[in-house]
């Protein structure tokens, strides 16, 4: 065990997430221990306890922590056109994704239905649906409900997929983003007063459809 530093109640909380962030991206649910916890950081299992009551506790905090975190680098900025401000947000979400592929499987899988994890997802694609209302050209309040139907419809698709494509990669990371944002433009054109990305798909990706071994992505 390394040497136990002295730190503020605050600073010993980052610390003890920073490590389960940690051990929980590196391997399975089942395999974190919160004795290995406690040992990386250097604390007694005791005061780990103190702050996180159990491994499901501690879990939550992590993935409570991510999700804020996607959310404040998902920018969707008004000033970029449609499909770059889709592109920034998905890279964002499987640059976590890849990087925390057992802590994704984990929310995803093993804790399926959790009410504490699913809010948290939940939560955050609320807050992403939100985010895209407000940048999509929308012609009255009618229209602006059926579009947050599809966003509402389109956000989980994606994250179903993207959870089928951490088990199994049947495509590759541009493939896979590139059909989710396909997804939703399809779904968005006939309720949009006017097509939010006239030069989607790109000619040259979309010659590339339908050729090479990994040409699908399937669930």
């Known amino acids: 065990m390394p040497p136990r530093q002295r730190l503020t109640p605050a600073d010993r909380r980052a610390q003890l997430l920073a490590v389960g962030a940690r051990l929980f991206a590196a391997h399975p649910y089942a395999d974190v221990l919160m004795e290995d916890v406690a040992e990386q950081a250097g604390v007694s299992r005791a005061l780990l306890y103190r702050h996180f009551p159990s491994k499901h506790a501690l879990f939550a905090a992590v993935y409570q922590q ?4 996607l959310l404040a ?7 970029d056109s449609l499909v770059e401000q889709l592109i920034q947000g998905m890279d964002v979400h499987l640059d976590y994704f890849v990087a925390n592929r057992n802590a994704v499987l984990a929310a995803n899988r093993v804790l399926a239905g959790d009410p504490v994890i699913q809010t948290i997802m939940t ?8 985010r895209l209302l407000a940048v999509l050209p929308l012609a009255d309040a009618g229209a602006r409900d059926a579009v ?4 509402k ?3 989980v698709f994606v994250q179903v997929l993207c959870v089928d494509w951490l088990s199994h990669e049947t495509c590759t990371r541009t493939q896979l983003r590139d059909i989710c944002i396909g997804a939703v433009l399809g779904a968005l054109r006939p309720l949009l007063t006017e097509d939010p990305a006239p030069d989607w798909p790109p000619q040259a990706d979309g010659a590339k459809i339908g050729t090479g071994r990994h040409s699908k992505c399937a669930g």
């Not at 947050?148 to 966003?151: K, Q």
């Open 66 to 69: 991510a999700a804020d975190q």
């Open 73 to 79: 680098e998902t920018r969707l900025d008004p000033a």
């Open 123 to 130: 939560n955050e694609l609320d807050a992403l649906r939100a």
């Open 148 to 151: 947050s139907g599809v966003l």
């Open 153 to 155: 419809s389109w956000l």
